[in-house]
C-alpha cells in the first residue's frame, strides 16, 4: 500500500518551453501533496504544499508564476514549470500523505529528473 | 528558520557491524521525526517514524530520540552492504500540514 506513482521520470526540454510533472496517489486518498527539488549532491527542498481544491502554499523564493501546481482531486496533484531555463534542470519529487492517516508519514513518488537544454 | 545538522560523511562501517547515524534539529516544536533512505539517482525511501522519547525498534533498525537534546538517531544492526546509501533525516514540525524539513544526509558505505 501507499503508492506514489510520476509522470514522466524524465524529461528533456528546450529553454523557455513547459513542462508539466503528474503526481498520483495509486491506493490511497491524499489530503495533502508535497513538491520538493533536489539539487546534485544537495538535499530535498520543499517546494510547495498543496491541498486537494485550495491553492498551493509555496515556500520562500519559490516562485509561484513559474512553478504552477494544481490539485485537482485527491489523488492527482500536478507540477508545470513554466517557461523553463537550465537553472531548473533538477530531480523533481512529490510525496503524499493519506487522507485517513493518523500518522504524519510521507509517502514519496520515484521523482522526475528534468534537464532542460 | 528550521533547520536539521546532519554529518555528510561518508561514514565507512564494516559489514556485520552497526552503524550510527545522528541528526540534530533547530525546532523545538517539532514532534515527528523520519529517517528515509535515498540510493543514488532515486527518489527517499521510509525507514522509521519516531514521535515520542525513546527508542523505537524495526527489524534491523532502531530509532532514538531525545526531544531535550533535540537529537534523533538511527542505529542499523548487522549492516549489509546493500545498507550503503544516504540516509536522509527529516522532521515535520507543521502536525502533517506542512512539508518536512530535511538535513543533508549522510552517506553510509558498508565496507564487505
Known amino acids: 500500500g501507499a503508492v506514489v506513482s510520476q509522470h514522466p521520470s524524465w524529461v528533456i526540454c528546450k529553454s523557455g518551453t513547459s513542462v508539466k510533472i503528474e503526481c498520483r496517489s495509486l491506493d490511497f486518498q491524499a489530503t495533502t501533496m508535497f513538491w520538493y527539488r533536489q539539487f546534485p549532491k544537495q538535499s530535498l527542498m520543499l517546494m510547495a504544499t498543496s491541498n486537494e481544491g485550495s491553492k498551493a502554499t509555496y515556500e520562500q523564493g519559490v516562485e509561484k508564476d513559474k512553478f504552477l501546481i494544481n490539485h485537482a482531486s485527491l489523488t492527482l496533484s500536478t507540477l508545470t514549470v513554466t517557461s523553463a531555463h537550465p537553472e531548473d534542470s533538477s530531480f523533481y519529487i512529490c510525496?503524499?500523505?493519506?487522507?485517513?492517516?493518523?500518522?504524519?508519514?510521507?509517502?514519496f513518488g520515484p521523482g522526475t529528473r528534468l534537464t532542460v537544454t | 528558520q528550521k533547520e536539521v545538522e546532519q554529518n555528510s560523511g561518508p561514514l565507512s562501517v564494516p559489514e556485520g557491524a552497526i552503524a550510527s547515524l545522528n541528526c540534530t534539529y533547530s525546532?523545538?516544536?517539532?514532534?515527528?521525526f523520519f529517517w528515509y533512505r535515498q540510493y543514488s539517482g532515486k527518489s527517499p525511501e521510509l525507514i522509521m517514524s519516531?514521535?515520542?522519547?525513546g527508542d523505537k525498534e524495526d527489524g534491523r533498525f532502531t530509532a532514538q530520540l531525545n526531544k531535550a537534546s533535540q537529537y534523533v538517531s538511527l542505529l542499523i544492526r548487522d549492516s549489509q552492504p546493500s545498507d550503503s546509501a544516504t540516509y536522509l533525516c527529516a522532521d515535520d514540525s507543521g502536525g502533517g500540514a506542512d512539508g518536512l524539513t530535511f538535513g543533508k544526509g549522510t552517506h553510509l558505505i558498508i565496507q564487505p
Open positions: 510525496s503524499a500523505r493519506a487522507l485517513d492517516s493518523s500518522s504524519y508519514e510521507q509517502y
Open positions: 519516531i514521535y515520542s522519547n
Open positions: 525546532d523545538r516544536g517539532s514532534q515527528s
